[in-house]
């Protein structure tokens, strides 16, 4: 990794979508702000690890000493674009105490049974903790619009709601990094491809993945209504090429680390006298 | 790590609570089983590590495809007894999303209206999961014991009820490894002195951590009716020193992993007809 390896500004600007690209014509294969190989990413990723883990201490014990924020990672992205594999690789590195992960899967009939927002509501990261949604409440403007899963009215008063809640969700002190992992229609073939190839993989595959990719178009036009109607000041929306996936999981580092770094931790001061607990350690 | 070294038969059956020896009496900094010195118990643990995954990756990949089981770690301790380490370098070794973290702090008031195994009942983990309770519903009839919280002809009934708790949740797929980590009195000062030492430790120390100190003996022998009341068949107690924390770490790893290995996974079969697949997909 030579010197000059690395990112050549702050990622929460480079990655910030812009919205006079359609999602479908994201470079996926870029890798936006990191001057380096694949090699250097990985020594990159090695080195912010521990960057990460300390911040990561940092939120959480602060969190215990009485500060509310948190961080909540929102992952999205179409199947095989890799949001696993970051929470293992990126997530992975740090106190898995401190990490509150959340997989949205199709909702089950109680979640139906309650307002869309309800079960995240309660999937919310609680003071100092990194919370990580694998896919989100976006999934209900996603593939509940391209499917009309629910009538148009309905999906349409979504993006206000999540606006409103999301402001709500800031200013109760969580940053929201909202990720969307653009991979391009031939390299999600491959990946499948891969899973047919190795039967200890078969797990992974579903046939509605193939059928899926019908209707790839639909949805990369329900991902840029998303980031024209919910990328807003306070919860921006970041565009993440996944092509390469080392490169998305060194980006989304980067993201986290920045965020954390906003934040201005310090360790929490002893609210007890150390001295005298020291004298009374002695004597138990 | 010589040719030899390793572990000289089944932890569970060497780790399981031997009731004729009071908790007290326990040997804190030995290393029962494992015939090795720290490096090799630090290597051991690395190359279990990659034994640990695969295990656990078959284990949600089953759980995907209907099987229904899951594995619960109970872990208990006294405070430094390094619960919080166990997660992290144990549990941290496998991906995020198959492990299912819970932490069991004072009740809050809404838990406290409630039976006390409600909240644990809650935090079970799901098909396919590791559960990992850092502390559990045994503080019930621990903390709960020593400083009398509730009157004793109420926590005299939990005993029971625990195990018909335990016992439906076994029967409903869940193994359960239950380990109380056994720590020296003079360990815990030295760790508690670590805490008061470094700035950066401070957070973790509260001065009750020092009082408690002086319920020592109480606490030693409510663990002991613990394992005499709830150590049964199908949801037995394991009994680990951790005055070294290398050993207690390689030790939890080994339960792990022949009750992954109890299970006697594979892969689990294609649901669809793969070369049908492949075929879709080169056309899609």
Known sequence: MS???????????????????S?????????????????????WLGSRATDLRELQEKLYANGRSGDHRSVLLVLQGMDTSGKGGIVKHVLGQVEPQGVDHTSFAA??????A???????????????????????HYEDVLIVRVHDMVPREVW?????????FEK????????LIKVALALS??????????????????????????????????????????????????????????????????AVTEL?????????LDWPAADFDVEEQRRLLRES
């Not at 010197?3 to 690209?21: F, K, N």
């Not at 349409?156 to 409103?164: F, G, L, Q, V």
């Not at 709500?168 to 969580?174: A, D, F, I, L, W």
């Open 3 to 21: 010197a000059s390896t690395g990112w050549s500004g702050s990622a929460t600007e480079i990655l910030r979508v812009d919205p006079s690209v």
């Open 23 to 43: 999602f479908a014509d994201v470079d996926t294969y870029a890798k936006p702000g990191f001057t380096g190989s694949k090699s250097d990413g990985k020594a």
């Open 107 to 112: 909702p089950t009939e109680e979640e139906r």
């Open 114 to 136: 309650h307002p869309f927002l309800w079960r995240v509501e309660k999937a919310l990261p609680r003071a100092g903790q990194i919370g990580v949604f694998d896919r989100s």
């Open 156 to 164: 349409e008063t979504r993006y206000d709601e999540i606006n409103a």
């Open 168 to 175: 709500r969700v800031v200013e109760s002190g969580t940053t």
């Open 185 to 250: 229609k031939d390299e999600q073939r491959e990946r499948l491809a891969r899973r047919l190839r190795r039967p200890d993989k078969y797990w992974k595959f579903d046939p509605s993945d193939v059928a899926e990719r019908g209707y790839w178009n639909d949805y990369m036009a329900a991902y840029d209504a998303v980031f024209e109607r919910t990328s807003t000041e306070y919860a921006p929306w970041h565009v993440v090429p996944c092509d390469r996936k080392w490169y998305s999981r060194v």
């Open 256 to 264: 986290l680390v920045e965020a954390l770094h906003g934040f201005d």
